[in-house]
């Protein structure tokens, strides 16, 4: 077997992983849950399901395979910028067994395409040098994932597939007692000066185009929390201040709260990351505690200050277990220039949008990256957002 073959067989096993997890999801629901609108930020689910097997079609047919898509024009349904996540259950979308049939003949499709592809490190095209354009559809299914888990927890009743209920927020690591002051954690100190920021090169043959390309900033020295902000933090916030709990939390009936995502009554684990919080909360609960969120330098320095994991102030770039809010504005780094596409950020960068780093218990391992950048509208709270607090050294 030849070095590229090996990797078209790898490429393959983790098309279908990710298709598997996507399966995971969906398999308790039915039709009518698929269709289902429940709430205007996000879209049903059959939408997400059309729109993964079209981006592949798109890409892995069209595109490189230069085959003439299945159902002629309707990947302009599946567009995202052209179509609000309000108006998508609109959309004359394919539902049910026409689905289901869509995402198997277009995953039939690429497959065959992949088998006649030159993806060597010498390859002409970049979109299939060192396999780009297949980390890409891997990366979008994995994050498409994490969009319908957000949707998921609006399901009365919904069991998480078993890989994924280790990771949640019901169990998980938990901080020592000790960092679960009501300021939100120790703090640790990281030396100003030069740091490397952005994707070194291409993690897995890929990155996205906004973590690049990577420059050195300078920082002024700050303190960062070692841990993200807890649930026993934030309930003592709420406590002290009366301001707004966070999405799907309800209270127990004896003075705190309980978790009531999909239309439970859990109880909240005061050392986890608390989640679901817009950026506006969490600017408002730093400044409560005399601190102020990281600018996404800060928290991607701190994330990259070398030696072993246990010295790391972050934690290993895989402890991920909420997306973490940051003081930036979503931006193209100096030099940026847009690929493969200008929709994936380019036309999200301004002042709109507020980058969120690290990953969330939903995000796949695969895509946690010092690099990384998320970024949402800062009222926000449907996605798994905690936060941290940093300063400047007193
Ligand atoms: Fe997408």
């Known amino acids: 077997m030849t070095a590229q073959s090996s990797s078209k067989d790898a490429i393959g096993d983790r098309l279908e992983a990710a298709r598997k997890r996507t399966y995971e999801l969906i398999e308790p629901l039915d039709d009518e849950q698929l269709n289902r609108v429940y709430s205007p930020i996000l879209s049903p689910l059959a939408w997400d399901l059309g729109h993964i097997a079209n981006f592949e079609e798109l890409w892995l047919v069209q595109t490189v395979g230069e085959r003439e898509p299945l159902n002629g024009d309707l990947g302009r349904f599946y567009d995202a910028i052209e179509n609000p996540r309000k108006s998508r259950n609109e959309l004359p979308i394919l539902r049910d067994a026409e689905l289901r049939a869509y995402l198997a003949e277009v995953r039939e499709r690429a497959l065959d395409v992949l088998g006649d592809v030159d993806l060597g ?9 060192d396999g780009f354009v297949y980390e890409m559809l891997i990366a979008h299914e994995h994050q498409h994932n994490e969009t319908m888990l957000q949707l998921l927890q609006m399901v009365d009743g919904y069991e998480l597939p078993d890989g994924l209920v280790a990771r949640s927020r019901f169990v998980g690591q938990s901080a020592t007692k000790s960092e679960r002051t009501a300021e939100g954690g120790t703090m640790v100190a990281i030396e100003g000066g030069e740091h490397e920021i952005g994707a070194p090169g291409l993690e897995r043959g890929f990155v996205y185009d906004n973590e690049r390309p990577r420059r050195t900033v300078e920082l002024a020295p700050f303190e960062i929390d070692r841990t993200p902000v807890s649930n026993g933090a934030y309930a003592t916030y709420l406590a002290e201040t009366g301001a707004e709990p966070p999405l799907y939390w309800g209270r127990d009936g004896e003075g705190g709260w ?44 701190a994330a990259r200050v070398a030696g072993p994991d246990d010295d790391n102030p972050l934690g290993p770039p895989g402890a991920g277990q909420a997306w973490e809010w940051t003081a930036s504005d979503f931006l193209a780094y100096p030099g940026f220039e847009a690929y493969p596409y200008e929709e994936y950020s380019q036309v999200f960068f301004g002042d709109t949008y507020k980058v969120l780093r690290g990953g969330s218990w939903a995000t796949h391992r695969e895509d946690l990256r010092p690099s990384f950048r998320n970024w949402d509208l800062p009222e926000r709270r449907q996605i798994f957002s905690g936060f941290r607090c940093a300063r400047d050294p007193r």
């Open 121 to 129: 490190p010498d390859s002409a095209d970049p979109l299939l040098r």
């Open 258 to 301: 309980v978790d009531v995502a999909m239309g439970r009554r859990e109880p909240l684990d005061p050392a986890q990351p608390v989640i679901h919080v817009s950026w506006h909360e969490a600017d408002a609960f730093a400044r409560w505690a005399g601190k102020r969120l990281p600018s996404e330098q800060e928290w991607e320095a």
